[in-house]
């Protein structure tokens, strides 16, 4: 067991400076794992410790001050952090949340009406290959499409939103407005690249629009502006 001196603890003394009395911290470790850590800002290893305050008098602890709520101890910088922290993706985690993101969002607008046009199912696979999956083929895709098609039933477009929810709401929250919309537009070029948008193109870039909590009004906006040639 590591101890560790309660830095907020308040000590008397007198004559020599000699400390008599004071709370100390009795810090022990429950866990470990990765984390991206506040005072670094970037991943790193963390220790999770519990911790009990204890009132010590000549160095000799005597009464129990209670537990301390636990805190994340970063293995680089020492810092201790509340347990909120692990909240925050690493940027690992982060990388291939962003990847799966892309690729669901080009698998829905595909399964919405564009698996039929070479160029959306070539776009789709440029769109993907950027993203991440830089292996990905239109044969894999459209393998994918069959399979997810067979496992939802023709036409199930209640468990076809349910699962692009599931892949792009944990991200949602840790991107910028921008980095949102930079997705529903991926999206957008994949429905355009072989003409107008489709009714179903359009109702399963409102999905995505949802499940990236983008406004109605903000959806029809990138989705006009993606139409505008630059």
Known sequence: MRRSRDQRGSWSSRGR???????RTSWHTVDDGDFFCPGCGGDRSYRRRAGRRRFV???VPLLSRGAVAPVLECAACQGHFGTEALGHPTTYRLASLLRDAVHAIALTVLA???CESRTARQTAVDTVRSAGFT???EDQLLTLLAALSAERGRGDSVSAEIELHEALAPLAPHLAPAGRE?????GARIALADGQYQAAERAALAA???SLR???EDVDRLLAQAHTPS
């Open 135 to 137: 292996e990905c083929t």
């Open 214 to 216: 983008i406004d109605d």
């Open 17 to 23: 400076g000699v400390r008599l009395a004071g709370v």
């Open 112 to 114: 919405a009406g564009g």
């Open 57 to 59: 008098l000549l160095g």
């Open 182 to 186: 930079g997705l529903l537009l991926h």
């Open 208 to 210: 995505v629009g949802r």
